[in-house]
């Protein structure tokens, strides 16, 4: 069986030196990262050596630079310097890993999304808040129809929690709360609005969307329309367990989630599902999502 994780972190040289060569944040001041408007945080070197990192026995481990470090949103010059960075890096690690590609939001830039993956990026992860934002399909639809276009899937992500991990939360504040809400909103406005616009792009929402697919019965009982589910519309697992994942499945049907850890800022808990339930989640599913099988449905 072909394990795939679709939702890791790891940082190659490149971009490590050019986030330390940075003198306003997002950067790095040796092992420390410091983000706009959010609390310095200590990185563990280890978690970015690819011959240290634990990452169980995945046979594809698909790595990010994390939307959460808001590297869209800089002056395109910058962004596109750290996304080149992030790439040239990525691609250079061993196997298992593969890289998401990332791209700027301010001024899209198509052309270099479309290069990003005729280099082998295998797609493109794109900030949740800038997805749910009024306007937010608009700005991006240059990338999206480059990956729609490429039949490339879109990994939508938290973006940065910015004030709302302000001093004095605990810890686990900005994952549980401002990251989640803005899944949510994501999941939501891709439901109204993304999927009618761009019908045949790939596209998985990390940590099961927030867990926005729950909601449908609120949504349908304040006038919202009872759709089927959406074969190209994928979740992944991170950061939940047996609870969130069962009732989402119970929501959804099992063939569109997908694993993914958040490696190595969470490990991904023993689901406890049977042997065939667990092959779909962790090959067949990943496997349509990134085309490794044919897009067949299912539901």
Do not use: K
Request: proline share 11%; glycine share 10%.
């Amino acid at each position: 069986m072909t394990r795939i994780d679709v939702h890791q972190h790891l940082w190659p040289e490149p971009f490590l030196d050019t986030l330390r060569a940075r003198r306003t944040s997002p950067r790095l001041v040796g092992w420390e990262l410091e983000l706009p408007g959010e609390r310095p945080y200590a990185v563990a070197p280890a978690h970015h050596d690819p011959v240290l990192r634990d990452d169980g026995d995945a046979a594809e481990m698909l790595v990010a630079p994390s939307a959460a470090l808001g590297l869209d949103r800089l002056p395109p010059a910058e962004s596109a310097a750290l996304f080149e960075a992030w790439l040239e890096g990525a691609l250079a690690l061993p196997a298992p890993f593969r890289p998401w590609a990332g791209a700027g939001t301010v001024e899209p830039d198509p052309a270099a999304l479309r290069d990003a993956l005729d280099r082998g990026a295998v797609g493109l992860e794109l900030a949740a808040d800038v997805l749910a934002a009024p306007g937010g399909l608009d700005r991006v639809a240059p990338l999206l129809d480059v990956l729609e276009a490429a039949g490339r899937p879109l990994l939508v992500h938290p973006g940065p929690a910015g004030a709302a991990d302000a001093p004095g939360r605990p810890v686990w504040w900005a994952p549980v709360v401002p990251y989640v809400a803005q899944l949510h909103a994501a999941w939501w406005a891709w439901a109204a609005d993304g999927r009618a616009r761009h019908p045949r792009l790939p596209v998985c929402f990390v940590a099961l969307g927030g867990l926005g697919p729950l909601h449908g019965e609120r949504q349908r009982s304040r006038g919202g329309d009872g759709r089927a589910i959406d074969p190209l519309t994928f979740v992944e697992t991170s950061s939940y367990g047996l609870l969130a994942v069962d009732s989402v499945i119970r929501v959804l049907g099992i063939d569109v989630v997908c694993h993914g850890s958040d490696r190595p800022y969470a490990a991904p808990p023993r689901l406890g599902f049977g042997a065939a339930a667990l092959h779909a989640i962790e090959s067949v599913n990943p496997g349509r999502l990134l085309a490794h099988a044919p897009q067949e449905v299912y539901a």
